[in-house]
């Protein structure tokens, strides 16, 4: 089910943006059993040199040498918290961008806006306060990551220029994501409507991000919310084919380059 108290100042807007995804609280609960099915991929498609070099770019991370894949292999439990009340469209968007997730993949996914769940793997943290925030937050966001240095090598990294700032911790050495700190920083995006879509295309790239889209410099040149020269909100239909790729049962975290390539040529007709 797709939990979710709501903050008072935005009830009614939050109301709107949980009846817009309605379709997660109906997927999860009566059709979870048949979710596991839909991923296989159409004989009739082609898995073109082409459009497997923009899924390496998109999903490929290199751990120690060795380009490898992850992603998450349980329920994602997303806790938003706002140390200041945040635009509501800002909040719509990140509940939209996970239940299209679960809609393309099939991945459980739950979401609740309680500021005192406690065991969630996925944080979101909205502020108008960077500064504020981190030092308010600290200890909340401790047990996402593997330990304290951990944490504030993050802090220490956060750029306050930037709206958003993500971090994604693995389950070794399988390399399963199982945890993940968001900060969006949303003053900027209040300045100009510009503004507000710099933040949403950052918002779009770094939930992308920690679903396993591991391309760290936004090099990516096709069209794509990884792509940091554009300005999707929204996942693309490439995004949308990567992300049901990188969740089908046939890919394992820790995948190798290699791997990935083999079975991708495989399922060509």
Not at 60 to 86: C, D, S
């Amino acid at each position: 089910m797709l939990s979710a108290k709501l903050p008072q100042p935005y009830t009614q807007n939050w109301i709107a943006g949980i009846l817009a995804t309605s379709r997660t609280v109906l997927r999860i609960g009566f059709a979870a059993g048949l979710l596991c099915t839909f991923m296989y991929v159409p004989k009739s498609f082609a898995f073109t040199d082409s459009f497997i070099s923009k899924f390496l770019d998109f999903a490929m991370t290199n751990v120690a040498g060795r380009r490898q894949l992850t992603k998450w292999e349980q329920e994602i439990k997303v806790v938003i918290v706002e140390n200041q009340p945040a635009p509501p469209e800002l909040f719509r968007q990140v509940a939209h961008l996970f239940d299209e997730f679960h809609a393309l993949t099939g991945q459980r996914v739950i979401i609740s806006t309680a500021a005192n769940v406690v065991d969630g793997n996925v944080l979101v943290l909205f502020t108008g306060n960077l500064a504020q925030a981190l030092q308010k937050y600290r200890a909340r966001m401790l047990p996402y990551f593997e330990n304290a240095t951990a944490l504030e090598r993050f802090l220490s990294a956060v750029n306050a220029a930037s709206p958003c700032s993500v971090q994604v911790t693995f389950d070794k050495p399988e390399l399963r994501i199982v945890n993940a700190v968001l900060v969006v920083n949303w003053r900027s995006a209040l300045e100009s409507s510009e503004q507000m879509i710099a933040t949403k295309h950052d918002i779009a790239r770094s939930v992308a991000y920690l679903l396993g889209a591991l391309n760290p410099t936004g090099a990516t040149t096709f069209e794509s919310v990884t792509n940091r020269r554009g300005k999707l909100t929204d996942f693309s239909e490439n995004d949308k084919a990567f992300l049901k790729i990188l969740y089908n049962h046939n890919f394992l975290s820790g995948i190798t380059w290699y791997n990935v390539v083999q079975k991708l040529r495989s399922m060509n007709p």
